[in-house]
């Protein structure tokens, strides 16, 4: 079907019905909803229609909806946005990153859709193509798999909390925290706190741990601090207590803690922390007497017996900072492209000698 003829059918619909919905209405005429997402983007620029979250009405039919919704008296706002949130989870690190991220867009006349990918990458693109057929202006997407695909998207797109993977990401907007700088700030605090022989135990599988380690190594250069194993990086990998590959290296920790070769460690991620820190005690290790402990996420490490000093990444300030270059990025399509890394802070609490 001819441009113009599905123009046609869209109108008439909605002078029929009122409304329509773009993943309905493209299977009746059996095209993508990319092609009727774009159709109704074409009629909107013409003033024709008032484009909404997953499909479009008459501008006069929506007018009269946005009124009813707000205050009558006031004067109609402009059109609402419609943000998509791509996650990999709910339940740790990423809520900060969605409420500062919901906050920003309702400030800004904008409404955010969240879908969580469960770490799937086919999911994940699943998600987006769904969204992007049911109408959103724009997406932020933390990737649980290759970005490249995304630069070919119909809508901005802004990745959270991953690096940029090459040059060949120049063409989309980056907001992620700088856990560089996160651990080697953990690094310092240590080293000031008089602490000179420090290990980094952290789980290798996240997307964050090459960062944490490169800011781990270089921390430990620039100060001069003494790198007390063979290998002061242990790496748990996606295992946990119980298995060889976890208990291995957490055993070999424990054992130079307890000889003296180690005064300090960072532990990534807070739950691998509090594990440490009951294995010691039941050593009757005392932290921070014996061993300082900094731990790296805070999500739950100011809740340990001893509350545990911890690198917090600005999670909410990441979430609300997306919504706002992608909000610039959707309303200047041409402007330069940003990457922002927004840095973590230190909270210093019992397990360092806070």
């Known amino acids: 079907m001819h441009a113009e003829h599905r123009h046609q059918a869209i109108l008439r619909r909605l002078r029929e019905e009122g409304s329509l919905r773009v993943s309905d209405f493209a299977a009746e005429l059996g095209v ?14 013409r003033g024709l229609v008032a484009r909404v979250h997953g499909g479009a009405m008459l501008p006069e039919t929506w007018a009269e909806t946005a009124r009813t919704d707000a205050d009558p008296a006031a004067p109609a706002r402009g059109r609402e946005r419609v943000i998509g949130l791509i996650v990999p989870s709910a339940d740790y690190y990423y809520p900060e990153v969605i409420k500062g991220a919901r906050e920003a867009a309702a400030a800004r006349n904008a409404r955010l859709v ?3 990918s469960g770490y799937d990458a086919d999911e994940e693109r699943a998600q987006a193509e769904r969204m992007i057929g049911d109408g959103v202006d724009g997406l932020l997407v933390v990737p649980s ?3 490249g695909w995304y630069e070919h998207l119909p809508v901005p797109v802004v990745i959270v909390e991953r690096r940029p993977e090459s040059d060949e990401m120049a063409g989309l907007d980056h907001v992620v925290s700088d856990h560089v700088h996160g651990a080697r700030l953990a690094v310092r605090h240590l080293a000031e706190a008089g602490r000179t022989r420090l290990a980094l135990l ?32 242990l790496d748990t990998g996606d295992a946990g207590p119980g298995s060889p590959e976890y208990d291995d ?6 054992d130079a803690v307890a000889d003296g070769s180690v005064d300090a460690v960072i532990a990534h991620p807070d ?13 009757s290790v005392q ?8 731990a790296y996420d805070d999500e739950v490490a100011g809740l340990a017996d ?23 990025r959707i309303q200047q399509p041409d402007a330069p492209r940003h990457r922002l890394f927004v840095l973590p802070r230190l909270r210093v609490r019992s397990s360092s000698g806070g």
Do not use: M
């Open 32 to 45: 993508s909803p990319v092609t009727i997402r774009r159709d109704v983007e074409v009629l909107a620029d």
């Open 114 to 116: 969240l879908d969580i």
């Open 145 to 147: 798999g290759p970005r």
């Open 202 to 233: 952290v789980r290798g599988t996240s997307p964050t741990a090459q960062w944490i380690i490169e800011g781990f190594e270089a921390g430990v250069r620039t100060t001069g601090l003494e790198a007390p194993l063979p290998a002061s990086v």
């Open 249 to 254: 290296p957490v055993e070999e920790l424990l």
């Open 271 to 283: 739950n691998h922390a509090l594990a440490l820190l009951r294995r010691l005690r039941a050593r």
């Open 287 to 294: 932290v921070p007497g014996d061993v300082a402990i900094v």
């Open 306 to 328: 001893i509350p545990l000093s911890a690198i917090a990444p600005a999670k909410h300030e990441v979430g609300a900072s997306a919504v706002e270059l992608l909000v610039r």
